[in-house]
C-alpha cells in the first residue's frame, strides 16, 4: 500500500498544522507497516529449509527434477523430514505460467484428499471428548441415509461403508464447476442403495467423508474448518492452511493446470464451492503438511488410543486387510510401515509420505490434475531420504529373475511353486514361454514396482526391461505364507 499526503497550502498555518500531525501519523503507520513486511517475510523465509548435506540435496533435486522434465507437470514443491524435524524445503518449476513465476516453497497448493485425515483426526478428537464413538451408528447423527444404522463412523472413514463415490473421475465434470451443499451430496449420493453391504468391501468413497464431516459439524456445533483451526492447525503452528472450497487460491499461491492428451497446459477449471468438504478442501504449503507428519510420527496431538484407531487398519467381514485405517493407507514400503495417501482435485495432485519408524516423511505437491509426478518424486526420494540401497536387487527380484532366465530356457525349478502354479506351468506353457521370452534376451532390469497383500498372501509386481529397451514385460507374483509361490507370470509391460 502506497500512502500519499497532500502538499500544504503556504497561505494557512491551520493545514501546515494538520500536516505535523498527518507526518506524525505517517512515520508511525509507516514504522508498522515496515514491521509487518519483517514479520511476513521472515515468516515466508521461514518455510525455506536446508539443513542436508550438499551430496543428499543433489540427489533430492536432481530426482524431483527429472521427474518433472520427463511428465511436463509445471511444478513441485517437496519437504523433507528426517529425525523428527523439518531438514530440507524446495520448489521446482514453475508454479504459474502466464506470466512464468517460479514455484517458491511459501506457495500454498491444494493437497485433495490429503484432507481426509485431517477430518478423522476431527472425529478422533471428538471421540476424545466423550461427545462420539467411532462404532456410533451414522443413524444417530444422520437417520435419513441408506442403511444408516448398520454404518457406523469407523467404517465411514475406512471406506468400507458402501456409499457411492460422488466423484470417481479424475477431471472435473459440468455439474461441479456450480456451487453445491453437502446436504446435496447426501441427497444425491447417500440415499441410494449401498455398492455392498456395509463391512464386506473396501471402496473408495468421497461421499464417506462429506458424512464425516457434517457428523463433525453436528457434533461440535461449529464448522469443520473453524474446528480444525482452533484443535489442530493452531497448535501445529500450520499458519497457512486454506480452504480453497470457500474460496481460491491467491495470487501468491500455485495455479492449478490440465491437459488433453499431450496437448499444451491450459489452466484447470475449479470446483464450485460445497464440492469439496471434508474430503479434498484443504490447501497449504508442503512445509505445513510436514509438521502434521511431524505430529503423527510423534504422536504429540492425539491421545494414545486416538493414534492406535487412526493407525490400525479396518478389516473386512471376512477377515480380508485392505491396508487401510481412518483417512489414511498404512502399507509397508522399503521394508518399514509407511502412513500414505494422495490426493487430487481440479489442477493438482499432490502424494505424502510417513515412515514413522524412521522418524522420516517426503511431501511433494503438484500442479497438474491426473498427472503422476508427485507420486514418482515422493517414491524416487523415499530411498534417498531413508538411506536404503536400492542397486542391490532383493531376494524377491534375484528370485524372480532368476525364475525368468530359467523360463526362456523352458525350465523352472519346481520346489519353488505351489501344486496349483505347478500345474499352471504344463508342458505347453514351458514351451511357450520359451518360445516367446528367448527371442527378447535376457532382461537387462527385473526391479519391483509394486507390492500389497491379498488373499493372506504377498502380490508382487516386477518391471521387466529387455536388451533394446523398445520393449517392457511385467512380472506379477503371489507368494504364500510358507515361500512357495503361487502365482508367476510374464505379461506385457504398462
Same mark, same amino acid.
Given at each position: 500500500?502506497? &500512502?500519499?499526503?497532500?502538499?500544504?497550502?503556504?497561505?494557512?498555518?491551520?493545514? &501546515?498544522?494538520?500536516?505535523?500531525?498527518?507526518?506524525?501519523?505517517?512515520?508511525?503507520?509507516? =514504522?508498522?507497516?515496515?514491521?509487518?513486511?519483517?514479520?511476513?517475510?521472515?515468516?515466508?523465509?521461514? *518455510?525455506?529449509?536446508?539443513?542436508?548435506?550438499?551430496?543428499?540435496?543433489?540427489?533430492?533435486?536432481?530426482?524431483?527434477?527429472?521427474?518433472?522434465?520427463?511428465?511436463?507437470?509445471?511444478?513441485?514443491?517437496?519437504?523433507?523430514?528426517?529425525?523428527?524435524?523439518?531438514?530440507?524445503?524446495?520448489?521446482?518449476?514453475?508454479?504459474k505460467?502466464?506470466? +512464468?513465476?517460479p514455484?517458491?516453497?511459501?506457495?500454498?497448493?491444494?493437497?485433495?484428499?490429503?484432507?481426509?485425515?485431517?477430518?478423522?483426526?476431527?472425529?478422533?478428537?471428538?471421540? /476424545?471428548?466423550?461427545?462420539?464413538?467411532?462404532?456410533?451408528?451414522?443413524?444417530?447423527? &444422520?437417520?435419513?441415509?441408506?442403511?444408516?444404522?448398520?454404518?457406523?463412523?469407523?467404517?465411514?472413514?475406512?471406506?468400507?461403508?458402501?456409499?457411492?463415490?460422488?466423484?470417481?473421475?479424475?477431471? &472435473?465434470?459440468?455439474p461441479m464447476?456450480?456451487?453445491?451443499?453437502?446436504?446435496?451430496?447426501?441427497?444425491?449420493?447417500?440415499?441410494?442403495?449401498?455398492?455392498?453391504?456395509?463391512?464386506?468391501?473396501?471402496?473408495?468413497s468421497?461421499?464417506?467423508?462429506?458424512?464425516?464431516?457434517?457428523?463433525?459439524?453436528?457434533?461440535?456445533?461449529?464448522?469443520?474448518?473453524?474446528?480444525l483451526?482452533?484443535?489442530?492447525?493452531?497448535?501445529?503452528?500450520?499458519?497457512?492452511?486454506?480452504?480453497?472450497?470457500?474460496?481460491?487460491?491467491?495470487?501468491?499461491?500455485?495455479?492449478?493446470?490440465?491437459?488433453?492428451?499431450?496437448?499444451?497446459?491450459?489452466?484447470?477449471?475449479?470446483?464450485?464451492?460445497?464440492?469439496?468438504?471434508?474430503?479434498?478442501?484443504?490447501?497449504?504449503?508442503?512445509?505445513?503438511?510436514?509438521?502434521w507428519?511431524?505430529?503423527?510420527?510423534?504422536?504429540?496431538?492425539?491421545?494414545a488410543?486416538?493414534?492406535?484407531?487412526?493407525?490400525?487398519?479396518?478389516?473386512?467381514?471376512?477377515?480380508?486387510?485392505?491396508?487401510?485405517?481412518?483417512?489414511?493407507?498404512?502399507r509397508n514400503? *522399503?521394508?518399514?510401515?509407511?502412513?500414505?495417501?494422495?490426493?487430487?482435485?481440479?489442477?493438482?495432485?499432490?502424494?505424502?509420505?510417513?515412515?514413522?519408524?524412521?522418524?522420516?516423511?517426503?511431501?511433494?505437491?503438484?500442479?497438474?490434475?491426473?498427472?503422476?509426478a508427485?507420486?514418482?518424486?515422493?517414491?524416487? *526420494?523415499?530411498?534417498?531420504?531413508?538411506?536404503?540401497?536400492?542397486?542391490?536387487?532383493?531376494?524377491?527380484?534375484?528370485?524372480?529373475?532368476?525364475?525368468?532366465?530359467?523360463?526362456?530356457?523352458?525350465?523352472?525349478?519346481?520346489?519353488?511353486?505351489?501344486?496349483?502354479?505347478? =500345474?499352471?506351468?504344463?508342458?505347453?506353457? *514351458?514351451?511357450?514361454?520359451q518360445?516367446?521370452?528367448?527371442?527378447?534376451?535376457?532382461?537387462?532390469?527385473?526391479?519391483?514396482?509394486?507390492?500389497?497383500?491379498?488373499?493372506?498372501?504377498?502380490?508382487?509386481?516386477?518391471?521387466?526391461?529387455?536388451?533394446?529397451?523398445? /520393449?517392457?514385460?511385467?512380472?506379477t507374483?503371489?507368494?504364500? +505364507?510358507?515361500g512357495?509361490?503361487? /502365482?508367476?507370470?510374464?505379461?506385457?509391460?504398462?
Open positions: 500500500m502506497r &500512502l500519499t499526503t497532500g502538499k500544504p497550502s503556504p497561505e494557512s498555518h491551520f493545514l &501546515l498544522g494538520w500536516l505535523f500531525i498527518m507526518r506524525r501519523i505517517f512515520f508511525c503507520l509507516f =514504522a508498522l507497516a515496515c514491521s509487518s513486511f519483517v514479520v511476513a517475510a521472515h515468516g515466508q523465509s521461514s *518455510l525455506t529449509v536446508n539443513d542436508i548435506s550438499a551430496d543428499l540435496r543433489t540427489k533430492l533435486d536432481a530426482t524431483a527434477q527429472q521427474a518433472l522434465d520427463q511428465t511436463g507437470v509445471p511444478s513441485a514443491s517437496v519437504a523433507i523430514v528426517q529425525g523428527g524435524k523439518i531438514v530440507y524445503t524446495r520448489a521446482y518449476g514453475k508454479a505460467l502466464d506470466p +512464468p513465476v514455484a517458491e516453497p511459501s506457495m500454498r497448493y491444494s493437497v485433495g484428499s490429503i484432507s481426509k485425515q485431517f477430518t478423522a483426526a476431527a472425529i478422533l478428537l471428538l471421540e /476424545q471428548q466423550g461427545k462420539l464413538s467411532i462404532d456410533d451408528p451414522v443413524s444417530k447423527y &444422520l437417520p435419513d441415509l441408506t442403511r444408516a444404522n448398520e454404518v457406523t463412523i469407523r467404517m465411514l472413514l475406512s471406506h468400507t461403508a458402501g456409499y457411492q463415490d460422488f466423484w470417481p473421475e479424475d477431471y &472435473l465434470m459440468p464447476r456450480e456451487a453445491t451443499t453437502a446436504q446435496y451430496i447426501l441427497d444425491t449420493w447417500a440415499k441410494k442403495p449401498l455398492d455392498f453391504d456395509p463391512g464386506t468391501r473396501w471402496q473408495y468421497n461421499t464417506n467423508y462429506v458424512i464425516a464431516g457434517l457428523i463433525v459439524e453436528k457434533v461440535s456445533g461449529v464448522p469443520l474448518m473453524k474446528f483451526q482452533a484443535n489442530v492447525f493452531k497448535p501445529l503452528d500450520m499458519e497457512a492452511v486454506w480452504n480453497s472450497d470457500a474460496e481460491r487460491l491467491g495470487d501468491t499461491d500455485a495455479s492449478g493446470y490440465i491437459r488433453y492428451a499431450l496437448g499444451p497446459l491450459r489452466p484447470a477449471p475449479k470446483e464450485g464451492k460445497g464440492w469439496m468438504f471434508a474430503a479434498g478442501e484443504l490447501a497449504m504449503p508442503a512445509y505445513d503438511l510436514a509438521q507428519n511431524i505430529s503423527m510420527m510423534n504422536r504429540s496431538l492425539l491421545a488410543k486416538s493414534y492406535d484407531e487412526m493407525f490400525a487398519t479396518v478389516k473386512l467381514k471376512d477377515g480380508t486387510d485392505p491396508h487401510y485405517g481412518l483417512g489414511l493407507f498404512v514400503a *522399503l521394508g518399514r510401515t509407511c502412513y500414505e495417501h494422495s490426493g487430487e482435485v481440479s489442477g493438482f495432485v499432490s502424494e505424502n509420505m510417513v515412515f514413522p519408524e524412521d522418524k522420516a516423511a517426503i511431501v511433494v505437491l503438484t500442479n497438474q490434475d491426473a498427472a503422476r508427485a507420486a514418482i518424486i515422493a517414491r524416487g *526420494l523415499a530411498p534417498i531420504v531413508l538411506g536404503v540401497d536400492t542397486q542391490a536387487p532383493s531376494e524377491p527380484e534375484r528370485q524372480a529373475m532368476e525364475i525368468y532366465n530359467g523360463l526362456m530356457q523352458g525350465k523352472i525349478d519346481r520346489a519353488l511353486f505351489t501344486p496349483n502354479c505347478n =500345474a499352471y506351468f504344463s508342458q505347453q506353457a *514351458l514351451e511357450d514361454f518360445s516367446s521370452l528367448s527371442p527378447l534376451g535376457k532382461p537387462t532390469v527385473l526391479k519391483k514396482t509394486a507390492e500389497e497383500l491379498r488373499g493372506g498372501m504377498t502380490f508382487r509386481v516386477f518391471s521387466v526391461v529387455l536388451p533394446d529397451e523398445k /520393449q517392457h514385460l511385467q512380472v507374483t503371489y507368494t504364500t +505364507p510358507d512357495k509361490l503361487e /502365482q508367476y507370470l510374464v505379461i506385457p509391460g504398462q
